[in-house]
C-alpha cells in the first residue's frame, strides 16, 4: 500500500445562501492524499484544517443512507464512497445536487422533497383492514420470491441522484421523478397494498406523472443503488395506459 | 330539511395515457415508415430502372393495364402520413421546453452531466424541430405532384429544384430522430428487454448505431445518384422517364425464360 | 421568541423515536418528531443482520419462543439486564415483527424444501417445513441458542425504517428535520420539552411538550472509530445528562466489533469468519489459535476484539496512516463464495478500499459498535428522577441489554421500546398538563442564547475539532476495549482537562446561521461530559461484565458489582459527575446469575443467588401443573400494556 503521496485538487463549489451578499463561487483547495481517502475523508480534513465553514452532509459515511449524493465530477453520486483514488488526474469537482433547494455549499434539502414525493404518491401500504389485523397471530404469508423482489425495488435510499440527473424533473417541477415512479412500483407489486390500477393512474397517470417521463434514462444511468428504472418506469407506463 | 350534494366520482382523465400511446404509435409508424421509404429511395442507386419499378409499384401499376398507374394513391399514401407527421409533431412538440428558462436549465444540466441518452433527447428535440418545417415543405410538394415520382422528375427536383440541401438536411434529421426514437420506444415501454434489461439495452443501442449509419450511408449515396442524374438532365427538366429500360429488362426476363 | 407547543414530543426519528411517535399519535395527541437529518437516513438504516423475535418458523429456530430468548438475553448481558424489561421485550417482539409485516417490510420469507447452508465452514443441507412455507424467516445470529433474526436480505434496518417512517408520514406526523434539541426544560423534576436549534438558519426554538421522549441513540462517536453514523454523538443523552436531575445508567457499557475496516471503520459482517475467514497479523501469521485454541477466530465478539488488540500491543499490528490494523483474510473463500453469499463485504471493500476481497487481505480492528448505556429509564421509559422525559431505542438504559447486547436485539429493542413506552408516553399525555411559565421558558432559551452568543465573540480559544479529536483518542486508547486502573485514571485525568479547555472554544467563522464549527462547538463540550461519565464509570467498576473488561479485574464480581452504574451531573461547573449505584434484586431474577459460558468460570457469587436458585427451584416443584405462561407469572409477573398481553402463535404448537 505505498503509493507516492500526491496533491488532489478540490474545486468546490461555494455558497451560503443564509449570509447576505454571498455569491455563488468555486474555490480550489488542496488536499494531500492518503491511501483509502474518500470524499468524505478529504471534505472532513479540508473543514477542519482550512475552511470550518464548509458545509456538507453525511451521516453513515458508508454508502448506505443517501445523505451524502452531490456531482462529483460531473457525475451525481455517493461522495462518502468515492475514493479520490478513482481521479487519475486528482482533480475533483463538486458540485451540490441541482434540482434541489441549497441548504449551503455542497448541502441540499432532499428531506422536505422526499417527504412531499411520499405524501404525493402516499407511500404506505393501503389496506382497509390493517388495524383488524391481530398481531398475535400468524403473520400473513408471502411468497419468497415476491418478498424478494419487493425488496429489489425498496433499496432506494432518497439520495437524490435521479431527480438531479433528470432533465424533465429539472424542467418541470412538478414532475414525480424516478425514486417516485420506484416507490410507486415497490407498492404496486406488494400483494399487501390493496390499491388498483386505476387508484394507481390517479396518482401518476398524468403528464406530472408517469407520461411526463421522456425516457432520459439518467435516473437509470446514476443511480447509486442500481436499482431497475428503465423496467420499473415500463412497467409502471404499460400498467398505467392499459387502464380504461 | 338539509340538502345534500352527492358528488360524483370524477374519473381522472385518460386523456394523457392515450396521447402518450398516440406519440409513441405515430412515432412507430413513422420510423418503420422511413425506414422502408429510404429503402425505396435507395433503389435509385441500382438504376433509374429500379428506382422507377419502385415508383410505378407504388402508384400500384400493376393493377393498371396502361402501366401508368394511379398517382392518386401516392397522395392517399402522402395523407396519410403528412396527417400522421403532423399529429406527431404536434404531440411532441408538448414536451420540447417551453420557455427560455427551461432551454437553459436543459442546456446547463446537459453541460453538468453530459449524459448519452439526455444528449440524444436534445438531438431528437432539435431534429424534431427541424423536421416540422423541412418535412413539411417536402410532403407538402409530394402532396401536390404525386404523379411526379420518377427518376428524372426525382432527379430535376433534387438538382434543378434546388431541392438537394433541404433533402440533406431532412434526411440526417429523420435519421438520427428515428433511429433515437425506435431505440427510446423500446426503452419506454420495456419491449425486448430479455433476460438481462442492461444488456439489452446496451444491444439495443449498438443496433441502433449500426442501423443509423446504414441509413444515413444509403440516404447519402442515393442523394448522390440523384444529383448526377440532375446534372446530367439539367437540359432536359421536365422530360419523363420512359419505361423504355423497363421494357429491355421485360425482354431481358423473357429471354432468360 | 419562538415557541411550538405539542402534547408528545419525541426527539429524535430513528425506529424508536418514530415508533413512539406513532403510538403517542394513534392514541390521538399532537405529536411532533425532531431530528438532526431527514428521518430516514437515521442510522437505523445501517442495521443490516436482523432483528430477533422467536417466531419459530424456520427449521433451524424449531422450538424457539419468548422462554428461550429471555434466557439468551439474559445470559448475553452478563445478567446485568433489567429481567422485567427483558421478558417485556421477548414477549412482545414477535407482535412487533408481525406488525411492521402488516405495515410494509418485505421480510424474508422461508421457502419450504431443501436448502443449502454453511454451518461451521462445512456445507449443511436443511430442509424447511412445508406449512412453513411463505412465513417470516430467520438466520443464525451469535449468542443464540436458535436461529431468531429475521431479516430482509442485507438491508433489514433500511426496511425496517422505511416502514416506519411510512407509516408515521400516513398518520401525518410532522418530523421537523435539520433541528437540533441542545437543552431540556424542565422546572421542580418535571421535563416540558426542549431548547432546539434550527441548523440551517440558527435560530432558536422552544418547543413545549406534556411529554418528551429522547431517541436519539448512541454515543458510538466519542470514540476515534466507530462503526456508527458521524451523527452519533450523543447529544440526545448528553442535554438528559445537562439537566442535572436525569441519571443515566451503564455509561461504562461500551461494545466493541472485531472486524471493522481501516481507516473508515465500516462494518464487515461476521459472517467472514462464519465462513471461514481468518485473522492474520503484519507477517501474515493467524494468531487466534495461540490465544483462544478452541473457538479460534470464532470465539464471542468480545474475546476476540480483546484478543485482537492484545496482539497489536504486542507490536504485531499492521502500522498504518491511520494507525495500527489487523488483516482479514477471506481469499481462502474462493471468488464463488464471496460473490454469492458475501456480496456486502465484497462491494464495501471495493467502493471504500479499492481492493478485491477475493485477492487481497482486508484491513480490519476492533471497533466501537454499540452503546449499552444511556438515559436510564424504568420499565414504562420514564426517568426514574425527571418526571415526563422518557427515552427509547439506544439512548436509553431501558436495560435489556445489561453490559453485552446480542445482535439482532437493539433494532428489536428500538421497535418493541417503541410500542410499550409509546403507550407510556400517551398515558401521561392523557394525564397530565403543561403547567410552566413562560418566564421559565424564555430563561432556558436565554441561557443557550448566551452560550452561543459567547462563542461567537470570543476572539481568541480553543478549536472545537482539535479537543473533540483529542477526546475521540482519549476514549479509543484508554477506555476502549480492553480497560485498566492507570490507563482508566489518566483517561478520567486528561478528560477533565479537555473539559476546563471546552469551556473556552473560540471560532474561526462566527457566524449565528447554518455553521458546521459552531455545531461542533455546541456539541463537544457535551461530548466531553459523556466521555468522562464512561471513563469515570469505568475507572470505578472494579470487575469485569460482559463488554467492560478490566485487565487488573478479570473476574465478574456479582457479590460487589451486582449492580447498575447511575451517573449524574448535578454542578455544571463540577470536573466530574457524580456516579451512584443501583442494586440488581438477584431475589426478583427470573433466571438468578450463572455462567455465560466462555472460558474459565471465575465469577464471584452474590450471597443470594444460591437462595435465588433453591426458591425457583422451589416454585417450579410446588407448580407441577403450570404451563410456561403460569409459571413465568410465578417468577417473574411483569406489567405490560394490555394491547401486548396475548399469547403469540407458532406454527406445529398455536398458542402453546
Ligand atoms: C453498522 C451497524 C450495524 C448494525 N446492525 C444491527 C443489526 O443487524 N441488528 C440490530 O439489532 N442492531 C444493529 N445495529 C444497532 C442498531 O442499528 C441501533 O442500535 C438502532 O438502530 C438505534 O436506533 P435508534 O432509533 O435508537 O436511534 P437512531 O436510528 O440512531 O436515530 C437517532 C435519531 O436521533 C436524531 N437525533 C440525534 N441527536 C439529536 C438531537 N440532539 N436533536 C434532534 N435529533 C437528534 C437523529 O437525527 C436520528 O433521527 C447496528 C448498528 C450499526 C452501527
Ligand atoms: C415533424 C417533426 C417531428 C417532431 C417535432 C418530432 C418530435 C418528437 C419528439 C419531441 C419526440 C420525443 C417524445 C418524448 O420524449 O416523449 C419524438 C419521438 C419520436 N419520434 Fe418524432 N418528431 C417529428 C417527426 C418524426 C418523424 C418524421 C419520425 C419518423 C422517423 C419520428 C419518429 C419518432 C419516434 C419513433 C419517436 C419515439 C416515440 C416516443 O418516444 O413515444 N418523429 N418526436
Ligand atoms: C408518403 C409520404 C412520402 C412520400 C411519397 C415520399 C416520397 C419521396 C420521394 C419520391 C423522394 C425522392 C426525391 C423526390 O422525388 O423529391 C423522397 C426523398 C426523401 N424523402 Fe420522402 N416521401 C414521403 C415522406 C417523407 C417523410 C415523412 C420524410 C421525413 C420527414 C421524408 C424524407 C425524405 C428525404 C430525407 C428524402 C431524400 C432522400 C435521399 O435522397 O437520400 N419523406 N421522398
Ligand atoms: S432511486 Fe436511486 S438515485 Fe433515486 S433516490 Fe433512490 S437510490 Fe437515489
Ligand atoms: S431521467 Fe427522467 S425522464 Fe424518465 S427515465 Fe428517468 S425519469
Ligand atoms: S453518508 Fe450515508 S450514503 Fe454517504
Redesign the interface.
Known amino acids: 500500500m505505498s503509493e507516492q503521496e500526491r496533491i488532489l485538487k478540490f474545486q468546490i463549489f461555494r455558497y451560503n445562501p443564509q449570509r447576505k451578499g454571498d455569491k455563488p463561487r468555486m474555490v480550489t483547495y488542496e488536499v494531500t492524499e492518503a491511501p483509502g481517502m474518500t470524499i468524505f475523508i478529504a471534505l472532513n480534513d479540508i473543514r477542519e484544517k482550512q475552511d470550518p465553514s464548509l458545509q456538507f452532509d453525511f451521516v453513515c459515511r458508508a454508502g448506505i443512507c443517501g445523505s451524502c449524493a452531490m456531482v462529483v465530477n460531473g457525475r451525481p453520486d455517493l461522495a462518502c464512497r468515492t475514493l479520490t483514488s478513482k481521479f487519475e488526474d486528482g482533480e475533483i469537482k463538486l458540485l451540490p445536487l441541482p434540482g434541489f433547494e441549497l441548504i449551503g455549499d455542497l448541502s441540499v434539502n432532499t428531506g422536505n422533497f422526499f417527504r412531499a414525493m411520499s405524501e404525493r404518491i402516499e407511500s404506505w401500504i393501503h389496506d382497509q383492514y390493517a388495524d383488524e389485523v391481530n398481531y398475535d397471530q400468524l403473520e400473513e404469508r408471502m411468497d419468497p420470491d415476491v418478498a424478494d423482489e419487493i425488496y429489489e425495488l425498496e433499496r432506494c435510499v432518497e439520495c437524490g441522484a435521479c431527480i438531479s440527473a433528470c432533465a424533465t424533473k429539472r424542467m418541470r417541477d412538478d414532475f414525480l421523478g424516478a425514486a417516485g415512479f420506484m416507490r410507486l412500483a415497490r407498492f404496486a407489486i406488494d400483494p399487501r397494498d390493496k390499491r388498483s390500477d386505476e387508484e394507481f393512474y390517479d396518482v401518476i397517470g398524468d403528464d406530472d406523472g408517469v407520461f411526463g417521463c421522456m425516457t432520459l434514462l439518467g435516473c437509470e444511468d446514476y443511480c447509486p443503488k442500481d436499482l431497475p428504472h428503465q423496467t420499473q418506469i415500463a412497467y409502471l407506463r404499460k400498467k398505467m395506459a392499459m387502464v380504461r | 330539511m338539509e340538502s345534500y350534494i352527492i358528488e360524483s366520482n370524477k374519473k381522472k382523465s385518460r386523456l394523457p395515457a392515450r396521447l402518450d400511446l398516440a406519440q409513441s404509435g405515430t412515432g412507430l409508424i413513422l420510423g418503420l415508415f422511413m425506414w422502408v421509404h429510404m429503402l425505396l429511395v435507395g433503389s435509385i442507386i441500382f438504376g433509374k430502372a429500379a428506382f422507377n419499378f419502385v415508383a410505378k409499384t407504388m402508384e400500384l401499376a400493376f393493377l393498371s393495364d396502361t402501366g401508368h398507374g394511379y398517382p392518386i394513391a401516392v397522395f392517399f399514401a402522402v395523407s396519410t402520413i403528412f396527417t400522421l407527421f403532423i399529429i406527431h409533431a404536434l404531440l411532441g412538440m408538448r414536451k420540447f421546453p417551453i420557455n427560455w428558462k427551461q432551454h437553459r436549465i436543459m442546456r446547463d444540466q446537459m453541460q453538468m452531466m453530459n449524459h448519452t441518452d439526455t444528449n440524444l433527447w436534445y438531438i431528437q428535440a432539435v431534429t424534431g424541430f427541424i423536421m416540422f418545417f423541412a418535412g413539411s415543405v417536402h410532403l407538402y410538394i409530394m402532396l401536390t405532384n404525386p404523379a411526379s415520382i420518377g427518376p428524372y422528375m426525382s432527379a430535376d427536383r433534387v438538382v434543378s429544384g434546388n431541392m438537394w440541401p433541404l433533402y440533406l438536411i431532412l434526411l440526417i434529421c429523420v435519421e438520427l430522430h428515428g433511429g433515437i426514437g425506435l431505440y427510446r420506444l423500446c426503452m419506454k415501454w420495456g419491449w425486448f428487454t430479455g433476460k438481462d434489461a442492461r444488456k439489452s439495452r446496451e444491444k439495443l443501442k449498438k443496433l441502433k448505431n449500426r442501423l443509423t449509419i446504414f441509413f444515413l450511408t444509403l440516404g447519402i449515396l442515393a442523394l448522390l445518384v440523384f444529383v448526377v442524374i440532375g446534372i446530367k438532365h439539367r437540359d432536359k427538366v421536365g422530360e419523363k422517364y420512359e419505361k423504355l429500360s423497363a421494357v429491355v429488362e421485360q425482354v431481358d426476363i423473357k429471354e432468360r425464360v | 421568541m419562538k415557541v411550538i407547543y405539542t402534547d408528545s414530543l419525541i426527539i429524535g426519528g430513528g425506529l424508536a423515536g418514530l415508533r413512539v411517535a406513532i403510538a403517542s399519535m394513534q392514541r390521538g395527541f399532537d405529536t411532533i418528531v425532531l431530528s438532526l ?2 428521518a ?4 437505523s ?2 442495521a443490516q443482520g436482523g432483528m430477533q423475535a422467536s417466531l419459530g418458523a424456520c427449521i433451524k429456530g424449531d422450538g424457539d419462543d419468548e422462554d428461550v430468548h429471555f434466557a439468551d438475553t439474559v445470559k448475553g448481558s452478563d445478567w446485568g439486564c433489567d429481567q422485567d424489561v427483558a421478558r417485556m421485550f421477548v414477549n412482545t417482539a ?6 411492521l ?4 417490510v ?6 419450504k424444501g431443501d436448502r443449502d447452508v454453511i454451518i461451521n465452514g462445512k456445507k449443511v443441507t436443511i430442509t424447511e417445513k412445508d406449512e412453513a ?5 430467520a438466520r443464525d445470529f451469535g449468542g443464540t441458542k436458535k436461529w431468531r433474526t429475521c431479516f ?2 442485507d ?1 433489514t434496518g ?2 425496517m425504517l ?1 416502514a416506519m ?3 408515521a ?2 398518520l401525518g406526523i410532522p ?1 421537523h ?2 433541528k437540533e434539541a441542545i437543552a431540556l426544560i424542565h422546572e421542580d423534576g418535571v421535563c416540558y420539552g426542549a431548547v432546539v436549534r434550527d441548523l ?3 435560530e432558536l426554538i422552544a418547543y413545549i411538550a406534556k411529554a418528551t421522549t429522547i431517541a436519539t441513540g448512541g454515543y458510538g462517536r466519542l470514540y476515534s472509530v466507530s462503526t456508527n ?3 452519533s454523538e450523543g447529544i440526545g443523552t448528553a442535554i438528559a445528562l445537562e439537566t442535572g436531575v436525569a441519571t443515566l445508567g451503564n455509561m461504562e457499557a461500551v461494545q466493541f466489533h472485531p472486524t471493522a475496516i ?3 471503520g ?2 464487515t459482517t461476521e459472517g467472514c469468519r462464519g465462513d471461514g475467514g481468518l485473522l492474520l497479523d503484519k507477517d501474515g501469521y493467524r494468531f487466534m489459535p495461540d490465544y483462544e485454541p478452541e473457538k479460534k477466530e470464532l470465539a464471542s465478539r468480545d474475546v476476540v476484539s480483546r484478543r485482537m488488540t492484545e496482539h497489536m500491543r504486542k507490536g504485531k499490528g499492521v502500522e ?3 494507525g495500527d490494523h489487523l488483516w482479514l483474510d477471506i481469499t481462502l473463500l474462493g471468488r464463488e463464495h464471496i460473490e454469492k453469499n458475501l456480496r456486502e463485504v465484497k ?2 471493500c471495493e ?4 481492493i478485491d476481497p477475493v485477492k487481497e487481505y482486508i484491513p480490519v480492528r476492533p471497533t466501537q459498535h454499540y452503546s449499552m448505556g444511556g438515559i436510564r429509564t424504568n420499565a414504562t421509559g420514564e426517568s426514574p428522577t425527571l418526571k415526563g422525559l422518557f427515552s427509547a431505542g439506544e439512548a436509553a438504559c431501558w436495560d435489556m441489554h445489561g453490559f453485552n447486547r446480542l445482535g439482532g436485539n437493539s433494532v428489536a429493542e428500538t421497535v418493541v421500546a417503541g410500542m410499550i413506552v409509546g403507550e407510556y408516553v400517551a398515558d401521561y399525555c392523557a394525564g397530565n398538563t403543561i403547567s410552566i411559565g413562560t418566564s421559565t421558558i424564555e430563561h432556558f432559551v436565554r441561557t443557550e442564547e448566551k452560550k452561543i452568543s459567547d462563542l461567537l465573540t470570543r476572539t481568541y480559544g480553543e478549536n472545537p ?1 482539535e479537543l473533540k479529536k483529542e477526546m475521540q483518542e482519549i476514549m479509543m486508547d484508554k477506555v476502549g476495549i480492553f480497560r485498566n486502573g492507570p490507563d482508566l485514571e489518566q483517561a478520567v485525568e486528561e478528560l477533565k482537562v479537555l473539559n476546563q479547555r471546552a469551556r473556552k472554544i473560540a ?3 462566527r ?1 449565528s ?5 459552531l455545531v ?1 462547538a455546541i456539541r463537544v463540550p457535551k461530548m466531553i461530559k459523556m466521555a468522562q461519565c464512561v471513563a469515570y464509570g469505568a475507572l470505578l467498576r472494579t470487575e469485569s461484565r460482559g463488554a467492560h473488561a478490566r485487565e487488573d479485574y478479570p473476574e465478574r464480581n456479582d457479590r460487589d458489582w451486582l449492580k447498575r452504574t447511575l451517573t449524574t451531573w448535578k454542578d455544571e461547573q463540577a470536573d466530574l459527575p457524580e456516579v451512584t449505584y443501583e442494586d440488581l434484586d438477584v431475589m426478583k431474577m427470573e433466571m438468578p446469575p450463572g455462567s455465560r459460558g466462555y472460558g474459565v468460570d471465575n465469577t464471584v457469587h452474590h450471597p443470594d443467588t444460591a437462595k435465588r436458585e433453591q426458591e425457583v427451584e422451589e416454585i417450579k416443584a410446588n407448580n407441577p401443573g403450570a404451563d410456561r405462561y403460569e409459571m413465568q407469572e410465578l417468577l417473574n409477573p411483569i406489567n405490560i400494556p394490555e394491547k401486548f398481553k ?6 406445529g404448537r398455536g ?1 402453546k
Open positions: 437529518i431527514p430516514k437516513r437515521s442510522h438504516a445501517a414477535p407482535k412487533a415483527i408481525r406488525q409485516s402488516a405495515w410494509g418485505p421480510w424474508s420469507r422461508v421457502r412455507h411463505g412465513l417470516i424467516s430482509t436480505s438491508g433500511h426496511t422505511y417512517d411510512n407509516k408520514i400516513q418530523v428535520e435539520r440551517v438558519t440558527g453514523a458521524v451523527i481501516v481507516p473508515v465500516i462494518l498504518s496512516r491511520y462491494e464495501i467502493y471504500f478500499l479499492g475539532f471560532l474561526r467563522n457566524i446561521s447554518s455553521n458546521p464549527e461542533e396475548g399469547k403469540n402463535e407458532r406454527i398458542f
